[in-house]
């Protein structure tokens, strides 16, 4: 059932089939006439046992519409229930929302005076101890209807995980549970609700829900409600719910007319494109700008929030608790802020998010709920506050980015402008690819229009209008071209053209202008500057301040990676420098996101970080003996390391010498070796000279013994005992010697002659002597000159061998061998 409906619907009495007088009467009470047509469409189908899937705005009274059929469900069952059996559970995503259906609740059951006994099941309980206390009052309270978290309520209706570990999202570990027994009984249960039902599933809660809808009748009605739907959701619909009646509701302008939207037609979204160094002046100046009222700021991180809430209540409301320093100073630095924040009302700062404790995260809540009119409120929070909170008369929404989630986006603003009242919303986009964000969300039927730029002068003023002759200094974006438009073209004519002019060719100029802002120069806003200037003044007084800004940059860096919107939100487009200017910051923290990005832009705070102070005594004086003690260690540690490494030199030092007497020894003993080696050497050749001396002493031929003495190698081959032939020719020269001596000859040439002849004959004889032996007479004139050949070879490698050193000693082991080959 999709229906389009107006934003207040009938009157309650006109409902079919009719309310109890009860209900109709605790309405009543309430001051509600009329049904809001979220109410209308969903109560009748819910109460008329179906299943039902509720897709509505924000703040269009989806509570009421759950609440109503559970009260009237129960009060239909004909056996009533039993003290531990329970008619009805709500499930809601967090604990503040769970407490605030529980609220409303409790107050209609009040109102109607029915005698059902609700009871909040919520995590948070700090010790095992406190959730057992807790089980054991809701044992002796009875409850009918529980309302709680997914986590909590798993545990009371299927019996608490004694064995086993859960993990985040409900499931039990490998290693196995054992429960113990559930603390209430839904076997008589009637209705189970889930509210905001795909945060459910976006939060990881699936395995709870499963475990829950396991120990739930079949035959009961369940409903689903939230503001947005999605993919998960339609299969857990399939899955869980029969034959479920589908509850749409459109929200059209107030007159009924244009454009389907998903956000209520009261509220108004703007936004904001400027280098996000501007942020923090804006939102002061809006504040400035507007009548006492309440705002809440959104932050993509708890560190974000934390930060900005310790600096916003230093810049606001600076008290002698929370300043380091003399009334006097105080006084002055008052006066200082005066001059960029100036307001007649008192302004309240508040934090919200997730790493609080469940007792603090209360008292924020119901703190801000109650600011009185005439006074100002600020709620800085994460989307822990974005989904089903109910604060009264919060008038604007602020979101310094926008959400990873997009869904987020629509409950965000949706804290404003409820039940029909007028609210504002305001987000800032940063100029490049974060302005296609604003197309993304017209797709999703969320329309926005671009806001005023709020300039203050020099007396304090809050002004829309451009100061007159404001600076245009150096382009914004890193990839921006060096075109010279202003951007007061851009931002200070949003209306430009809107009138009489077609709708398609509007949203071509509406479009072109957004993405002209890329290549923007943006005009100096100087007192903006000196406002951050003095923002990094003031945390240079407070260490406390100074840590957490660190780790909101950082967080809020890495946070921008996480954004679901990829293609909008680049990490790489961010103006990262811009952010950390807009954060304050006194010094660029080291991480990997600035590598590599030109950081000239970014002016360092003049100062030693390590001098900064905690405005606390106590934790300053912790601070300062751990800084002392951590010197000393550090200089401990200095002294020992300059100790060690004289040592090490020394020891080089020591080594040195030794070094040197080591390779001096080397040197003696080298020298050592090599006088050994003459001396073995000489040795040998004395050795080898009496050898010769002797073999020619044996020689009787006076001349033979000049030949063999002026040829020792020759002398040495004819004595040797291997060499037979050449002792043969040695006997042979013998004989001859004593023919020749019997003949005329001249003396010199015929000793050779006859040496020669000597050979010749020694030849002969040997080859006569192998004939006889081989029986063949062939003479072989190849072995004659082979022979010859070889003498000859072998006197010119005696002679080769007399040059070298060893010529007397070194006959070739080879030779032998060589010779042998060819005596073959
Ligand atoms: N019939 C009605 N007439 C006037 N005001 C109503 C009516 N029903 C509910 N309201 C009021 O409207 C406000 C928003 O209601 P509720 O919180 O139920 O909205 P919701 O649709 O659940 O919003 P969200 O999606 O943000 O959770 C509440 O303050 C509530 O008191």
Redesign the pocket.
């Known amino acids: 059932m999709a229906e389009a409906v107006p934003t ?1 619907g009938k009157p ?1 009495g006109s409902l079919q089939p009719s309310l109890s007088q009860a209900v109709l009467d605790a ?1 009543a009470s ?7 047509p ?2 209308e469409a969903t109560i009748p189908a819910f109460v008329q046992n179906s299943d039902v899937v509720v897709e ?10 759950f609440i109503i059929p559970v009260l009237e469900l129960l009060q239909r069952r004909k056996v009533k229930l039993a003290h531990s059996d329970v008619g009805a559970v709500i499930i809601s995503p967090t604990r503040e ?1 769970a407490k ?1 259906i529980f609220d ?1 609740l409790d107050e209609v059951i009040r109102l109607t005076g029915f005698e059902y006994k609700p009871h909040l099941v919520v995590g948070g309980s700090s010790s095992a101890t406190n959730t057992a206390d807790e089980i054991s009052q809701m044992k002796e309270l009875g409850p009918d209807i529980l309302v709680g978290t997914p986590g909590r309520l798993e545990d009371v209706l299927c019996g608490r995980l004694k064995h086993g570990k859960k993990t985040k999202s409900g499931t039990i570990t490998a290693s196995g549970g054992v429960r113990g027994r559930p603390s209430a009984s839904a076997s008589k249960l009637e209705v189970c609700v889930l ?2 039902a795909d945060r459910l599933l976006d939060m990881g809660f699936e395995a709870s829900l499963t475990a829950i809808f396991s120990a739930l009748p079949k035959q009961r009605r369940t409903g689903l ?3 947005t739907m999605s993919e998960a959701l339609s299969q857990l619909v399939r899955a869980g719910l029969r034959n479920p009646v589908r509850v749409q509701v459109q929200v059209r302008d107030k007159n009924g007319a244009g454009d389907e939207r998903r956000v209520p037609s009261t509220l108004s979204i703007r936004y904001l494109v400027w280098p996000p160094d501007r942020k923090l002046a804006q939102i002061l100046r809006f504040i400035q700008n507007n009548e006492p009222q309440k705002y809440i700021v959104y932050f993509s991180t708890c560190a974000a929030v934390d930060y900005f809430f310790k600096l916003l209540q230093r810049v606001i409301s600076p008290r002698l608790t929370n300043f380091a320093g003399s009334k006097k100073a105080l006084k002055e630095e008052r006066e200082r802020l005066k001059k960029y924040f100036d307001l007649d009302f008192p302004v309240s700062v508040h934090e919200l998010h997730g790493q609080m404790v469940q007792k603090k995260r209360q008292a924020t809540f119901s703190a801000f709920t109650a600011i009185p009119p005439g006074e100002a409120g600020i709620l800085l929070c994460t989307d822990v506050a974005s ?4 604060i ?1 008369d919060v008038d604007c929404v602020i979101q310094w980015d926008p959400p990873t989630d997009p869904k987020s986006f629509a ?1 965000r603003c ?2 404003t402008a ?3 009242r007028s609210g504002q919303a305001l987000v800032f986009l940063n100029p490049g690819s974060e302005e296609t964000y604003v197309d993304f969300l017209e797709l999703r039927k969320i329309p926005m229009s671009p806001a005023d730029y709020l300039w203050q002068n020099e007396d304090g003023g809050i002004t829309t209008e451009t100061p007159e002759g404001a600076q245009v200094s150096g382009r914004f974006s890193d990839d921006g071209d060096e075109s010279n438009a202003v951007l007061s073209d851009a931002s200070n004519s949003k209306d430009d053209g809107e009138d009489g002019e077609d709708k398609g060719e509007s949203e071509q100029k509406k479009k072109k202008k957004r993405f002209s802002s890329l290549h923007i120069k943006y005009p100096d806003d100087e007192r903006s500057d000196r406002l951050l200037d003095l923002m990094r003044d003031i945390i240079a007084t407070d260490r406390s301040i100074y840590e957490r800004g660190k780790l909101a940059f950082v967080s809020f860096v890495q946070a921008y990676s996480k954004h679901e919107a990829t293609y909008i939100f680049r990490q790489k487009e961010l103006p990262i420098i811009e952010v950390a200017k807009g954060f304050a910051l006194l010094h660029l923290p080291s991480m990997p996101e600035l590598r590599g990005r030109p950081t000239g832009r970014f002016v360092r705070y003049e100062i030693d970080t390590d001098t900064i102070p905690y405005v606390d005594n106590k934790r300053e004086t912790q601070r300062l003996a751990k800084l002392e003690a951590a010197q000393k260690e550090k200089k401990e540690a200095r002294q020992h390391k300059a100790a060690e490494q004289q040592s090490e030199e020394k020891k080089k030092k020591k080594k040195k010498p030794n070094n040197t007497n080591a390779w001096s020894e080397a040197k003696e003993a080298k020298e050592r070796a090599r006088e050994r080696k003459l001396k073995r050497i000489k040795k040998r050749d004395a050795h080898a000279t009496l050898e010769e001396t002797r073999l020619l002493e044996k020689i009787d031929d006076p001349q033979l013994r000049e030949v063999l003495a002026k040829d020792p190698l020759l002398a040495k081959r004819m004595m040797s005992k291997r060499d037979k032939s050449l002792q043969d020719i040695k006997l042979m020269a013998a004989r001859q010697q004593a023919k020749a001596s019997s003949k005329q000859s001249t003396q010199s040439t015929q000793s050779t002659q006859s040496l020669e002849e000597v050979i010749e004959n020694a030849k002969k004889l040997r080859r006569s002597k192998r004939a006889s032996s081989d029986g063949s007479s062939d003479s072989d004139s190849s072995n004659e000159d082979g022979w010859e050949a070889e003498a000859r070879k072998e006197k010119i490698r005696a002679i080769m061998a007399k040059k070298t050193k060893r010529k007397r000693f070194s006959f070739n082991p080879g030779f032998s061998d060589e010779e042998a080959e060819n005596e073959e």
């Open positions: 207040f309650w309405v309430l001051g509600f006439e009329h049904m809001t979220v109410q509505a705005a924000t703040g269009s009274g989806k509570t009421l519409a929302l605030q409303v509210d905001e409600f939230s503001a989904r089903g909170l109910d009264p409950h949706g804290r409820r039940a029909g």
